[in-house]
């Protein structure tokens, strides 16, 4: 690093499992940028410190990490009209000493479903999850695939109820359910859709063991079940998947496809994918092994 060195970062609680900061220092590395990427471990109390301290010391941008996407919003100068809708900001930008939240996961998310679009448009769809990250998936799939059908299943089941009428509020989404994760009873709605998505942490390194759903018999062939969790690169809620004949995809696209886009609103400068790629796959790959 030098005097010159423009700085970028992310923001969560906690942050040590984040990869973040190994693509893009490995992309400036590639791309002869001169800049280089912090990882900051912030309480959600010293969150709105935090984010003034971004503009006055002048950080071109950070990503933005559990548990704050949502909470950011209220803070920031300027939320970009999709990151608005999704109600989540998972990077800023600082444009001029005005922070800007746009939200990248949606684009990730739909370039890691490429492919799978003609299986999935106009089916019922299932996510796992009612945080950041289901946001941003429920607004790509209403405004994308148009579901006829969507289940929102939660730990805390209230959530999900809040994220259905924010949905209907402000995508006038009016085909949703929600359930509390686990439910037995529920089980039905998961085998009957064609698209199933993890949007929470179960099964994330460390907490390999866990899966946000145990029974495998919600799984079938001519489904598309989606973990976005990337590390290990098939967790155990993949595996239960497969075994069953369904056709899974992992989270590491859609980790690599979102770095790509943060990086462009930073640099304006494409980042170098199949460089990323291949420091992402090392990485997990010699973590698991460690692990
Ligand atoms: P968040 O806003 O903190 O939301 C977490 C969600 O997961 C909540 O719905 C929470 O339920 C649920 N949850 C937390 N721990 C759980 C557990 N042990 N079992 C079951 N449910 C649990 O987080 P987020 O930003 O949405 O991120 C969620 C996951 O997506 C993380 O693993 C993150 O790494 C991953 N992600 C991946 C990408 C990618 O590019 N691949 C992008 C974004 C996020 P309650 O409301 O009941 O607490």
């Known amino acids: 690093m030098q005097p010159t060195t423009k700085l970028i970062g992310l923001i969560g609680h906690p942050v040590e499992h984040s990869l973040s900061a190994i693509l893009h220092n490995a ?69 001029g000493f005005k922070l800007r939240g746009e939200n990248t996961d949606a684009y990730g998310f739909l370039a890691s479903l490429r492919g799978y679009t003609d299986a999935i448009r106009g089916q019922t769809v299932s996510v796992l999850g009612a945080g950041g990250a289901a946001r941003a998936v429920l607004y790509v799939l209403i405004t994308e695939f148009k579901p006829r059908q969507i289940h929102i299943f939660n730990r805390h089941v209230e959530r999900a109820e809040a994220l259905r009428l924010y949905l209907h509020k402000t995508l006038s989404q009016s085909t949703v359910t929600t ?26 390194f460390p907490n390999e063991d866990e899966s946000p759903v145990v029974s495998d018999k919600i799984f079938k062939e001519g489904q598309v079940v989606m973990d976005l969790v990337y590390n290990p690169s098939e967790t155990r809620f993949m595996k239960l998947a497969r075994a069953s004949g369904a056709t899974t995809v992992g989270g590491d696209e859609m980790l690599i496809q979102q770095a790509a886009k943060s990086f462009e609103l930073w640099t304006g400068v494409a980042m170098p994918l199949e460089k990323v790629r291949a420091v992402l796959h090392r990485h997990i790959q010699e973590k698991s092994v460690k692990g």
């Open 27 to 95: 992309a400036f590395e590639e791309t002869g940028l001169d800049f280089a990427y912090l990882t900051f471990d912030i309480h959600p109390r010293n969150l709105r410190d935090a984010i003034r301290g971004l503009a006055a010391l002048n950080i071109v941008g950070v990503n933005v990490t559990i548990p704050h996407k949502e909470n950011v919003l209220e803070l920031l100068d300027e939320v970009s009209p999709e990151a608005r809708m999704i109600g989540a900001a998972n990077t800023i930008v600082n444009d």
């Open 179 to 204: 359930h509390e994760l686990f439910d037995t009873n529920a089980l039905d709605s998961l085998s009957n859709s064609r698209l199933i998505v993890n949007a929470t942490p179960a099964g994330m």
